[in-house]
């Protein structure tokens, strides 16, 4: 056969690699299948513990359980198929704590009052989607804050995961101390550090998972991993599902609690888009996404759908970051994730089976890869340095990614003005300053 014929030959596409761009972006199925069930192990603790907090809402557990596992497994699927990003949705750590004891508990709504002001933030994320004013925002952010954002998330996750596996425990007199490293629990979250860095250095394809799986099984001789059987049926949406009341939608209190849902979100997931494709290599050179708008839809719709079906607002989890770590580079990784938390309506006892202190390691080792964003920063001029470390610091601390953010940005925009760099302090930077100075102020 001669070259001619030769390159008519081709091995033909499949339907995923045409839909999700596997090859262009140096990846295979198989990978992908890795990354997602990486990603679904580092997060699915989401299924268990956001019903135990709306619980305090009066809100029914069952009903809450099954609504998180949709609410995750259909906005991931919609950020795979119209973002293309690797990027798992599901309800929010921190959101679901306001949602109960602050927008419920001490502001006094009713739960059935908190989704309809989740769903009305999730309008407004909409809007401000559908006109690019959020990705003007994401966009408008100075490159080394964006840099100083995906190390911040990582030192975020790094002080979770310490903290879910006893190594840091809290202190009266210093805030934060060291915990006990005879607990078993804190001896195997270092463990699962240790085997998924070496297996990760070795190239050992899905080495963040076999790391977890391996601290995993050996927790079940100590107790600490509990194995309560396979299979059950999902409990009964009905309670929550659409149980919406906009009864108190004209009131100012209310237009508040919006406002907040939609201030912590907006950054929030700013913060996770910044640092999950940024380690994925899916930004270009000043840091910004090719599918920016699609990633932002798919995130407005998610806090829609979670609030009709009965929970509290559906964003991007920064524990994609573990996904992306294992290979994870496209739509497909998410899908996968996708159909993870739809398996776990049935398997309820096997997805509660990963302990916190193995996802932890896995946290950990994300954690560590994340604060390499700090190495490329321009230390060379110090009005772009120091607010990028204020971000990056601040974050962990305050337990926030939009407070890190927030700080980052006033520091900027006072720093620049200060020394005489006009040029950099863009009208978006300085708005953008004043708005977080004014919340920060409000309180």
């Known amino acids: 056969m001669d070259d001619v014929g030769a390159s008519r030959v081709q091995k033909p596409q499949s339907v995923l690699d045409r839909w999700f761009g596997l090859e262009q972006a140096g990846s295979n199925v198989r990978t992908e ?3 997602g069930l990486t990603t679904f192990l580092t997060m699915v603790y989401i299924v268990f513990v956001n019903p135990q907090i709306l619980g305090n809402t009066g809100m029914d557990k069952g009903a809450v359980f099954v609504a998180t596992c949709i609410a995750a497994a259909v906005s991931t699927m ?9 990027i798992a949705l599901a309800p929010g750590m921190g959101l679901n704590a306001f949602f109960a004891f602050t927008v419920v508990l001490t502001l006094k709504y009713t739960w059935q009052q908190a989704l309809a002001a989740v769903f009305c933030s999730g309008v407004i994320f909409f809007l401000i989607s559908i006109f690019r004013i959020r990705e003007y925002i994401i966009n408008s952010i ?52 240790v085997l998924i860095t070496a ?13 977890i799986l391996i601290v995993t099984v050996i927790g079940i ?19 929550t599902f659409l149980q919406l009341d906009f009864s108190r939608v004209t009131e100012g209190s209310f237009l508040i609690v919006i406002f907040s849902f939609l ?55 920064i524990e994609s970051a573990a996904g992306v770590s294992a290979g994870g580079r496209t739509g497909l990784t998410a899908l996968f994730v996708s159909m993870f938390f739809l398996a776990a309506l049935f398997f309820a006892p096997l997805a509660g089976m990963v302990p916190a202190y193995a996802s932890s390691a896995a946290l950990l080792y994300v954690a560590c890869i994340m ?20 971000a990056a610091v601040t974050m962990p ?12 940005f006033i520091t900027y925009a006072l720093c620049k003005l200060i020394a005489g760099k006009f040029a950099d302090a863009t009208p978006a930077v300085l708005v953008l300053a004043v708005v977080f100075a004014v919340k920060f102020a409000l309180g």
């Not at 999902?234 to 309670?239: C, K, N």
């Not at 604060?371 to 204020?390: K, M």
């Open 142 to 193: 100075p490159k080394n804050l964006k840099l100083a954002i995906s190390a911040g998330v990582g030192l975020f996750l790094g002080i979770i995961a310490l903290e879910e596996a006893k190594i840091v425990v809290a202190s009266p007199a210093t805030l934060v101390t060291l915990g006990d490293l005879r607990n078993p629990v804190a001896i195997l979250c270092l463990l699962g550090l």
């Open 78 to 86: 919609v950020m795979a198929l119209y973002a293309n990003y690797p």
């Open 199 to 211: 297996l990760n250095y070795r190239r050992i394809i899905g080495g963040t998972l076999i790391g």
């Open 221 to 239: 001789p100590l107790s600490l991993t509990k194995f309560s059987g396979v299979v059950s049926a999902p409990p009964s949406l009905a309670p």
């Open 263 to 317: 201030f912590v979100d907006v950054f929030d997931n700013a913060g996770t888009l910044i640092g999950v494709t940024h380690r994925a290599g899916l930004t270009d050179n000043d840091g910004n996404l090719s599918r920016m708008k699609q990633a932002l839809l798919a995130d407005s719709f998610a806090a829609m759908f979670g609030s009709l079906i009965g929970t509290s607002t559906t964003t991007s989890y």
């Open 397 to 408: 601390l305050t337990y926030s990614i939009a407070t890190g953010i927030g700080l980052g």
């Open 371 to 390: 604060a390499r964003g700090l190495a490329e920063i321009d230390w060379d001029d110090i009005t772009e340095a120091a607010p990028a470390v204020v």
């Open 33 to 35: 299948f890795i990354a």
